[in-house]
């Protein structure tokens, strides 16, 4: 008995769109990449419910006849490619034919295009593969694509997707790589009738700034080599505008948006020495390379790619961005004290810090007191700290003298990074950041969940400007971010008035970059499965607290100290680190003996 069957084309249909289509994101990504193929200058992105109930892509390019726009919903039909060798050409968005046959299997889509020449343009709508109407309409040159009900006859599919804004980001991160890629052309997009972006044509250097806020204006470095196999050109940023999050690097080959943790690595290590471990540089960096030399069919999405020449192609990146930070001056040294590096200090209260200069060699003396004599007996007197929590839950309770006999004084600080305290089975380390984001979680929990928080009002507003994405998240947040204290108003377009902060948060004299640093936070928080109040108390608790280098006096130790242990989970940062760790007496011990 046979039983291999052909699969009807709109089961087959459905297999491609699970590759393609991936969530509303992937249909932007599709919809752009046709619109500029099509030659448009301009292009407008509608948006309803995060592109669950409508994406609508509208451009001026060049428009389909009506026998074209019938054929385009079929498989693997296309005007981007002939004949096999083309695939080894391969310069523009699209060239596969699966788009909009895939789009067309899961969503309801209209077509109205109209071509340059012709009076009327042609209408078509179809849903789940079937075209469902077929006629000619009145419409301008271009062409207007809406699809509607994203996924609605794959409920698995849209059961999977995430919250509107986890998915309106990745849109949002799909249309900052068509604008990045093409500034030459206008852009528009909304959600909800609210313009998020409006992007005339621009240079590339216009566009970033009008993407990413005018702040990182004076930070971009310009980056343009060439050589006989690849010409590289674009910006990267100064480290001290580097981030935590990833986001904003982008490869372009060709005009094309790839993803490379190979050349990703190629940018970093330029910047050795010159970042934090955690924080990750920004850059947008253009590479032309014959298509011969490339190979672009490894994934449908088209973002992965092979280069003949990779280890060539990574030493000319690091180079040239090497050699670009050397032309701004900006390199790696060693003598910390003439490069001002800014830690913090303490200004009375716990939270309370502002930026002093450090001077690690101010007080060398004190680190070798004692040392004369090598040998220390049972009875000398070795200050060891002393804290009195006011909960100490299932820990040990520090004491006045330790098991060793020595007398404690007080906590602590260890590499401006780590607290010290003496319990009754020999020590404990609190990481000074860690515990301090647990104990702000906690409180910023506490008060959206009962009443509001008073606010430090300043006697100076300041003014920030945000990119067009973070300022639709800081909207969307904006009520429970006001709620624990702040008062942040819109002031129109993608600027804003931080009035005040927290009564009992006070970060030096820089609201703005608390501000920054808490969307940092939320954008990473996004894909989480928290609630609205868990996302901001926890993205704020990260950006508010005390940070490694901070240097803390004995009485902000002592707060830290007492506070973690009166929290309901003191063992934990909200992101899951150890707030502290305990060393017993007999493995200190046995570390001397091994």
């Known amino acids: 008995m046979d039983i291999i069957q052909l699969l009807p084309d709109a089961i087959a249909n459905q297999i491609a769109a699970g590759e393609v289509i991936q969530r509303p994101a992937s249909v932007v990504k599709e919809l752009m990449e046709n619109a500029v193929d099509a030659g448009a200058t301009w292009i407008q992105v509608l948006i309803r419910q995060a592109g669950k109930q409508l994406i609508q892509v509208v451009d001026n390019g060049k428009g389909m006849s009506e026998t074209d726009a019938r054929l385009c919903f079929e498989r693997h039909a296309t005007s981007k490619i002939k004949q096999a060798e083309d695939l080894f050409h391969i310069r523009t968005k699209g060239f596969r034919g699966e788009a909009l046959a895939s789009i067309a299997s899961v969503a309801q889509v209209e077509l109205r295009t109209r071509p340059a020449g012709e009076d009327l343009a042609t209408l078509i709508q179809?849903?789940?593969?079937?075209?469902?109407?077929?006629?000619?309409?009145?419409?301008?040159?271009?062409?207007?694509?809406?699809?509607?009900?994203?996924?609605?006859?794959?409920?698995?599919?849209?059961?999977?997707?995430?919250?509107?804004?986890?998915?309106?980001?990745?849109?949002?991160?799909?249309?900052?790589?068509?604008?990045?890629?093409?500034?030459?052309?206008?852009?528009?997009?909304?959600?909800?009738?609210?313009?998020?972006?409006?992007?005339?044509?621009?240079?590339?250097?216009?566009?970033?700034?009008?993407?990413?806020?005018?702040?990182?204006?004076?930070?971009?470095?310009?980056?343009?080599?060439?050589?006989?196999?690849?010409?590289?050109?674009?910006?990267?940023?100064?480290?001290?505008?580097?981030?935590?999050?990833?986001?904003?690097?982008?490869?372009?080959?060709?005009?094309?948006?790839?993803?490379?943790?190979?050349?990703?690595?190629?940018?970093?290590?330029?910047?050795?020495?010159?970042?934090?471990?955690?924080?990750?540089?920004?850059?947008?960096?253009?590479?032309?390379?014959?298509?011969?030399?490339?190979?672009?069919?490894?994934?449908?999405?088209?973002?992965?790619?092979?280069?003949?020449?990779?280890?060539?192609?990574?030493?000319?990146?690091?180079?040239?961005?090497?050699?670009?930070?050397?032309?701004?001056?900006?390199?790696?040294?060693?003598?910390?004290?003439?490069?001002?590096?800014?830690?913090?200090?303490?200004?009375?209260?716990?939270?309370?810090?502002?930026?002093?200069?450090?001077?690690?060699?101010a007080n060398w003396r004190q680190l070798y007191e004692g040392l004369d004599n090598p040998l220390h007996r049972k009875d000398d007197p070795i200050p060891v700290p002393i804290i009195r929590p006011s909960k100490a839950n299932d820990l040990d309770a520090p004491i006045e003298t330790s098991e060793w006999g020595w007398e404690a004084k007080e906590p602590v600080q260890i590499l401006l990074a780590y607290i010290l305290v003496p319990i009754k089975s020999g020590m404990m380390l609190i990481d000074q950041q860690a515990a301090h984001e647990r104990i702000l979680y906690e409180q910023y929990l506490d008060q959206l969940s009962t009443a509001e928080v008073p606010t430090q009002r300043a006697l100076f507003p300041a003014t920030i400007e945000l990119s067009g994405g973070d300022a639709h998240l800081l909207k969307e947040f904006l009520p429970k971010i006001n709620q624990l204290g702040f008062e942040v108003e819109e002031f129109g377009g993608n600027t804003f008035i931080i009035h005040g902060l927290p009564a009992q948060l006070h970060y030096g004299d820089e609201p703005s970059r608390l501000i920054e640093q808490l969307l940092e936070?939320?954008?990473?928080?996004?894909?989480?499965?928290?609630?609205?109040?868990?996302?901001?108390?926890?993205?704020?608790?990260?950006?508010?607290?005390?940070?490694?280098?901070?240097?803390?006096?004995?009485?902000?130790?002592?707060?830290?100290?007492?506070?973690?242990?009166?929290?309901?989970?003191?063992?934990?940062?909200?992101?899951?680190?150890?707030?502290?760790?305990?060393?017993?007496?007999?493995?200190?011990?046995?570390?001397?003996?091994?």
């Open 126 to 361: 179809i849903a789940a593969s079937k075209v469902e109407k077929q006629e000619y309409c009145q419409a301008p040159e271009g062409t207007s694509l809406a699809v509607k009900n994203l996924f609605f006859n794959v409920p698995a599919r849209r059961n999977f997707l995430k919250s509107d804004p986890v998915e309106m980001r990745h849109i949002v991160e799909e249309f900052h790589r068509i604008a990045i890629a093409h500034p030459q052309i206008g852009l528009e997009l909304f959600h909800q009738e609210e313009a998020i972006y409006r992007l005339p044509a621009q240079n590339l250097r216009q566009r970033l700034v009008a993407l990413f806020g005018k702040a990182i204006n004076e930070k971009l470095v310009p980056v343009e080599e060439e050589t006989n196999i690849v010409r590289m050109q674009g910006f990267i940023a100064k480290p001290d505008y580097a981030k935590k999050s990833r986001g904003e690097q982008y490869f372009f080959v060709n005009q094309r948006f790839i993803k490379s943790p190979y050349l990703n690595h190629a940018v970093k290590s330029a910047y050795e020495q010159l970042l934090p471990e955690d924080h990750y540089p920004f850059y947008t960096l253009f590479l032309e390379i014959d298509p011969e030399r490339i190979d672009v069919n490894v994934h449908p999405t088209k973002t992965e790619i092979k280069f003949q020449e990779e280890r060539l192609i990574y030493n000319l990146l690091k180079a040239s961005v090497k050699h670009a930070l050397g032309q701004f001056q900006i390199v790696p040294t060693l003598d910390f004290e003439a490069e001002g590096i800014q830690h913090q200090h303490q200004t009375g209260r716990l939270g309370q810090y502002a930026p002093v200069r450090e001077q690690p060699s």
């Open 521 to 594: 936070e939320l954008k990473q928080n996004r894909d989480l499965k928290l609630d609205v109040n868990e996302q901001v108390a926890r993205s704020l608790a990260v950006s508010a607290a005390c940070k490694r280098g901070t240097r803390l006096s004995t009485l902000e130790m002592q707060e830290i100290i007492d506070h973690l242990f009166a929290c309901e989970l003191p063992f934990k940062s909200p992101a899951g680190r150890n707030s502290f760790i305990t060393l017993e007496k007999n493995k200190l011990e046995r570390l001397f003996l091994s």
